[in-house]
């Protein structure tokens, strides 16, 4: 059985909480990062790197792993990060890492934490989002010293 992480990563604003989404080349709608564990690696280590070779954003600090579910023949486990950083509203990057999206272009923006999420993802990447909605609207009132925060530096060229 094959293990996949997907990133809901969140920022707070005045406004309230925000997802960050790219546009699905696949399907209409929007994807979170995600992307399969490579062997020896652990579920947090893989969600931080799909973060950062999607999105080039390299820290975030976990405020809750969200649950895991199984699709066919994986393990999909989802956590809620917060960022750190300051992430522009909109966004393209080029996917880094050796995997099958290596060198495709996502555009990213956020959308609000609202009820329509569960609606606006494609499927699979929804499959936690009214946990979502419950467990960010709570951690962005509260940051606890508990949560673990992971930073990547960017390879020097």
């Known amino acids: 059985m094959a293990d996949k ?25 929007f994807e979170v990062t995600k ?17 950062f070779e999607e999105s080039g954003i390299g820290s975030g600090r976990v405020v809750a792993e969200l649950g895991t579910t199984r699709w066919g023949r ?35 923006r956020w959308l609000p934490l609202s009820e329509d999420l569960e609606r606006l993802l494609v499927q699979g990447c929804g499959a936690f989002a009214r946990a979502l909605l419950r467990t960010g609207q709570r951690a962005s009132r509260s940051h606890g010293s508990e949560a673990e925060v992971h930073r990547r530096r960017r390879p020097s060229s």
């Open 35 to 51: 992307g399969s564990v490579e062997p020896g690696e652990s579920l947090l280590n893989a969600a931080f790197r799909e973060l």
């Open 74 to 108: 994986e393990h999909q486990h989802f956590f809620l990060v917060e960022t750190d950083v300051s992430v522009p509203e909109t966004f393209r990057h080029t996917v880094t890492g050796d995997g099958p999206d290596c060198g495709r272009s996502y555009a990213f």
């Open 5 to 29: 992480v997907f990133v809901y990563l969140v920022r707070t604003r005045s406004e309230g909480s925000e997802l960050l989404v790219f546009r699905s080349h696949d399907e209409p709608g």
